[in-house]
């Protein structure tokens, strides 16, 4: 199964050459040498309900499916304040319909996280600071931006 934020049939995409490649955005394989399946997609926080009494830590890294990841573990994230590290490419969230940068991170900062890319200083970054150094590592071919969501 995938997470994702709702629990139901969802087209995945992997790239034949390099299975860790994979994703519900068939935009965002670097080939077009892909296979397709239908997979069951289920909430973080269905996981965790029934599964689970607690959560520390939660690493993301799905390609571009962030936001709906989030959405359906929002619950989780307001309850246990995990720490998370997440991909974060500007350049292929706004291809989603509907993401907003501004929003993306809000969610976190009101719920009392810092939020900060691994390599920098632990210091405030705004949203756009952000942006703008995701934007440089896609630019300088540096790789994705991983941040780390820390409760305060």
Known sequence: FILSDNSKEKLFYLDKNYYGSSTILK????????????TKSVTLDHIISKNYKKIDFN???IEGSEVPFLK?????????KP?????????????IKKFNNEK????????????????????????NQLKKIS???DRDNLGVLHLIMEKT
């Open 72 to 80: 359906g573990a929002i619950k989780t994230i307001k309850k246990y």
């Open 83 to 95: 720490d998370i590290l997440l991909e974060y490419s500007f350049s292929r969230l706004s291809k």
């Open 104 to 127: 993306f991170f809000s969610l976190f900062r009101k719920l009392n996280y810092k939020v900060y890319p691994i390599g920098y200083h632990k210091k405030f970054y705004s949203n």
């Open 27 to 38: 935009s965002e394989l670097p080939t077009n040498l892909l296979k397709k399946s239908k």
């Open 59 to 61: 690493k993301v890294n």
């Open 135 to 137: 934007l440089h590592h």
